[in-house]
């Protein structure tokens, strides 16, 4: 039964506290819209003095008699009432009592949750009331001071004195801080290093001098509460560097202070005198294999931290520095061949020293960590010039790593390396369309392999190197197949600018040639011009310019420079032959062939024809004429076998069809005129070689206007 009453207490007095802070909050909240109650003695006061909620939770936390929960609860309480800006010097007040009560009978438990919830108000306070800090701010510091039997007591204080605004520290806030580091217990120490971090105007001066101290795990810890402070502590930098650079101080601590160096980073620079030396002692100490490797490799680590200084100024460190990196990549000890892995991409080395160490490393190193960051450094460099290729070579063969993560690290590197690394886009398509694993790493391969052909892709686009079109496709339907449709789209997207731009540069570049080399080309285009003027108006003229001309371009330029016949370069002899040319000189010698035609002795023994009835393509005709014959002759060339008995006519029709050749109108047989030739056994025999018949042709169409050896085009006669 008593239990159970107590439980009741308890549970009351909780929902007594949550009411009263609810209210508390409704107050604040309007008070920090401005809004007040009308001027009188009322607006000065404590919101829960005026209800009455607040004695109830001060008599829990100091009566002795209430259980250790009843009084921290109540101090809980105590902390979100205090939030409200009028309550908070009343609640500190009362909390700072609590902590302050060093009696015989007092619980420790209670007193760190004093000390914690006066924390809790300066936490949620922007700007604490003036008297709350100078009542609050002395009593912590007397905690911190105070051998305390419950460590939470001193490590809350610590943590309460960290939660004030850094205007509010002081320097005996500080000192009491860096006294309280030294304390073993992990609590009180990381809460008071904590509290220090935030207080670095004040602190760093006071840490500087506590680098002094005899203690060398002390010293190890103020030099890596400086490295957490970051560009707060560039002031230290000169002090930290003196440490590093003591060769008979405790190894641990100049590893410490070479890691506080590189977390302080490129402000290091604005703390020095001389940031060059800073950077030649990291490299000598990085250079001294007597060193202990952990302060080498955090020398390391501490190069690679200021490259972005050397970078944002686009100058180099001194050769000397790549020149130590580059050794440190071939040490025994694998952290600082990490660490020189990661310094290099990050300094703006020189692409001709770093570029085959890292690559080397890349191959041949078992540490899949070093390999990472020598993957990753690659691709971090910057411009590679010369060695671009022995990069992306050394990247893609790192694409088949056993581990996911390396050739993740090599993906993103190619994808950096931008529109040089398209030799990678075929290994990089191949990692994406590897079959996926539960492993998120695989997964994490596959896609940042596909990002990296997408920022290929991209920079591709960027510098318009059209010829990447066809390795672009092959890799688009790769990672399609694969799934990856999102990824595939990008791709494809480009390939489409890319083709656009293919074409717009091909019509550029031919209308630059055109405006570069307008004078000969006008020339060209007025040269051709007057061909085609002949070839249209006067083409018996062409004939005979080019008959003409023979003598002189009759010759074939040597096989190096094409073996084109140079009557072609001058355009004659591409228009002797055409139908036009070949059309007139039939036209001008039409009448003589129709002459000499007739006075052949088996024409004029035929000169009579009578019509009998003929088969053409087994279907019988009467009346045979040259309308009969037209569809044959529409042919570019055509043959006709006359057969029949001895004596039915053969050799009449033959002259006949030759007549209908040189015809005009309705017994014309082509659109086009022609020569009709008869030649007879007897015009055969008079010739000899394997041109029989071309030389029976020729000469049966010897004119004035012809000459006898000139060869004869087969487009001059039909039929034989």
Known sequence: MFQQTIQTKLWAARLIVLLTCAMC?????????????????????????????????????????????????????????????????????????????????????????????????????????????????????RALARPEPDPMVRANAAWALGQLPERSSTKATVVALINTVKETHVNVGEAASLSLIGMSKMAVPE?????????????????????????????????????????????????????????????????????RNMVISLTEVLRNSNNDANIRSNAAWALGR???????????????????????????????????????????????????ALTSTLRHEADRRVRL????????IGVLGSRTNEAVNALSSTLNDQFPIVRASAAVSLGQLGAEAQEALSPLATIVSKSAKASDEERYARFTAAEAVVKIAFALDM?????????????????????????????????????????????????????????????????????FLLYWQYPFFLFELNEAMKPYVGYTLPKFLGGIPLSYLVLGEFFHYRPRVLDAWITRNLGRARENFKRKATVEKRAVHVDLAVFVDKKPVSNFSATDLRSCFEKKRTCILICGEGGAGKTSLACAICNWTMSDGVKQLTDHPMLGLLVEQEDLESFRGDAILTEAVRSQLWFPSWTPRQPLPWSLWSIF
């Open 306 to 356: 200021m490259g972005p200084e050397v970078k944002g100024q686009n100058t180099r460190f001194p050769a000397v520095v790549t020149a130590a990196l580059e050794a440190g990549l071939a040490d025994s000890d694998s952290d600082i061949r990490r660490n020189a892995a990661w310094a290099l991409g990050q300094i703006n080395p020189d692409p001709q020293v770093a570029v085959p």
């Open 25 to 141: 909050l409704c107050i604040g909240a309007l008070y920090a819209r401005g809004w007040a109650p009308d001027a009188g003695a009322a607006a000065a006061e404590c919101p829960a003095v005026a209800d009455g909620s607040l004695d109830p939770l001060v008599h829990n936390l100091q009566d002795k008699s209430k259980s250790v929960q009843l009084r921290r609860d109540a101090a809980g309480s105590l902390a979100l009432l205090g939030q409200a800006p009028l309550c908070t010097d009343r609640v500190i007040s009362v909390l700072i009592k609590s902590l302050a009560d060093s009696s015989s009978t007092s619980v420790g438990a209670v007193r760190a949750a004093a000390s914690r919830a006066v924390g809790v108000v300066f936490q949620s306070l922007k700007e604490p009331p003036e008297a709350a800090t100078q009542v609050a701010v002395p009593a912590l510091v």
């Open 373 to 380: 960051e020598s993957g990753a450094a690659l691709g971090q």
């Open 463 to 531: 510098a318009g190197r059209t010829e990447a079109i066809d390795r672009l496709k092959e890799a688009a339907d790769e990672i399609e197949l694969a799934g990856d449709h999102e990824h595939a789209i990008k791709i494809l997207n480009v390939v489409y600018d890319l083709n656009s731009m293919r074409w717009f540069n091909q019509i550029r570049r031919t209308l630059y040639w055109m405006q570069r080399y307008r004078a000969p080309l006008l020339a060209l285009c007025l040269y051709v011009l007057f061909w």
């Open 207 to 275: 840490l500087q001098s506590a680098l002094k101290d005899p203690d060398a795990n002390f010293r190890w810890k103020v030099a890596w509460i400086l490295g957490q402070m970051g560009e707060q502590a560039k002031d230290a930098v000169t002090t930290l560097a003196t440490v590093l650079n003591n060769t008979q101080e405790d190894p641990n601590v100049r590893g410490a202070a070479a890691w506080a160096i590189g977390s302080i980073g490129r402000a290091a620079s604005q703390g020095l005198p001389s940031f």
